[in-house]
């Protein structure tokens, strides 16, 4: 099992002076505590469970691309990218240079987007859930056709591109991989079996049975489930002297006996750094036996 790490908060004792300084900080200490995976969430607004909207929050293109350019080994991505506060061409064209920047790191991390505050807030697009769902399935299309050697057009409900070339095309063949966000049984678990390399499904009391759903979809679309890489999101908060490794650990011991291969969370304090060394000597090696 692999242990990512989940940007989330970007407000830091140091303000936006020291944000460019801080965030170097910790991607470099969670490249060399052993995290597989850094990422940054695609709002544009903080999100309430983390704080109030007002807090700093960096877009989340950019920030992969400075983290590119300051790490060597992680692997990035947005976790997860809305489909609809970019053109998918754009969007395939976007995780293109980042998966070139970085030597073939990127991923694309995308799900149908829900912050309709934030959004209606910058004008940003936010079309009714069904659309939005339509868009998301499209875009996948796009972007695996931009990622393919097929540069003709793409008609569309929604979207029509006359001509999808893409160059440079990414390093990471056939290419970076996708992970699509969410536990939607009808609709998004469907469209992890049919597009998805990877799946990011919550740490609650459903887990096996969302597990068992996108199980389902496979055998219907005759994908094999192993195919899919299965993660899911988990605060990863040791304490401040360890107080709650074990706990962790018992619950990554769960994750795995349910097929769970990347625990991706939140660290609080990270700017602090111990906690990322603490999870380096403590968890990561630990996960990795199991």
């Keep these: 099992m692999e242990i990512g790490l989940h940007i989330a908060d970007f407000t830091y004792p140091a303000g936006p002076a020291g944000l460019a300084e801080d965030l170097t900080r910790i991607a470099t200490a ?12 695609d709002h544009v607004w903080q ?14 293109y950019t920030t992969l691309g400075y983290l590119a350019a300051r790490t060597s080994r992680v692997q990035l991505l947005a976790w997860v990218t809305a489909v609809t506060y970019r053109e998918p ?15 073939g790191r990127a991923w694309l991390g995308i799900g149908a987007a829900w912050n309709g505050d934030e959004a209606r807030g910058l004008g940003l697009p936010f079309p009714p859930t069904a659309e939005r769902f339509e868009r998301l399935e499209e875009a996948l299309q796009i972007c695996l056709q931009m990622w393919g050697p097929d540069d003709g ?11 999808t070339l893409n160059v440079p095309q990414p390093l990471r063949r056939p290419h970076p991989p996708i992970l699509i966000g969410g536990g ?33 979809h496979c055998e ?14 988990f605060p990863l908060d040791p ?48 996960a990795a036996k199991l």
């Design 89 to 103: 061409g754009m969007l395939a064209k976007l995780v293109s240079t980042v998966d070139v920047l970085s030597g």
């Design 239 to 286: 304490g401040e002297k360890g107080e709650n490794i074990d706990a962790i650990l018992e619950q990554l011991q769960r994750f795995a006996g349910l097929g769970i291969s990347e625990v991706h969370g939140r660290v609080d304090r990270a700017w602090e750094i111990e906690p990322l060394k603490l999870i380096g000597r403590e968890i990561v090696p630990a």
């Design 153 to 163: 057009p793409y008609e569309g409900k929604h979207y029509r591109l006359e001509r």
């Design 30 to 41: 969670a490249e060399e505590a052993g995290f597989a995976r850094v990422s940054v969430m």
């Design 184 to 216: 939607g049984e009808r609709k998004t678990l469907r469209l992890v079996a049919q597009y998805a390399q990877a799946c990011n499904l919550f740490a609650n009391a459903d887990l096996e049975h969302k597990l068992d759903v996108l199980r389902g």
């Design 220 to 233: 219907a679309v005759g994908r094999p489930y192993d195919d899919i890489e299965k993660t899911v999101m």
């Design 47 to 60: 999100i309430s469970h983390i704080g109030p909207p007002e807090n700093d929050m960096l877009e989340a």
